[in-house]
């Protein structure tokens, strides 16, 4: 006779090779990931890539990777960057809001359409 961790074995290996049924609950899940992943995308590029530059402007106050440049006085230019990385910082999590709340707006009907025939409304 099988034991239970065998039986258990053996079920995990055989539905690696079973097509999966596409559920509607699948299908409300990928419309899902579709409204968010834009946003999503969006803030990590543009929120690293501010980082990175507010990054940037402090290296050139607090270092003197200024000099190795060839600024004299590398002191107002890395504030300015540093300013501009954190005026970019600052409006991530604005745009990102307005991004996913107009692809919520788009896709609303679909999904509570979907959700109400999973529910059975």
Known sequence: MISND????????????TQKQYTQL????????KVKKPA????????????IIMG???SLV?????VTLGLAN??????????????????????????LNSRKKKYAPEILELSDRIMGN
């Open 6 to 17: 065998q039986e258990f074995l053996v079920q995990k290996i055989r539905t690696q090779y």
């Open 26 to 33: 699948d299908e409300l899940r990928a419309l899902d990931a």
């Open 56 to 58: 940037a402007g402090m």
């Open 74 to 99: 590398a002191m107002i230019p890395g504030i300015v960057i540093g300013v501009i990385g954190m005026v970019m910082a600052l409006t991530t999590y604005p745009i990102y809001k307005k991004i």
């Open 40 to 51: 999503n995308i969006f803030a990590y590029v543009f929120g690293s890539l501010s980082a």
């Open 62 to 66: 607090m270092t003197d990777i200024g």
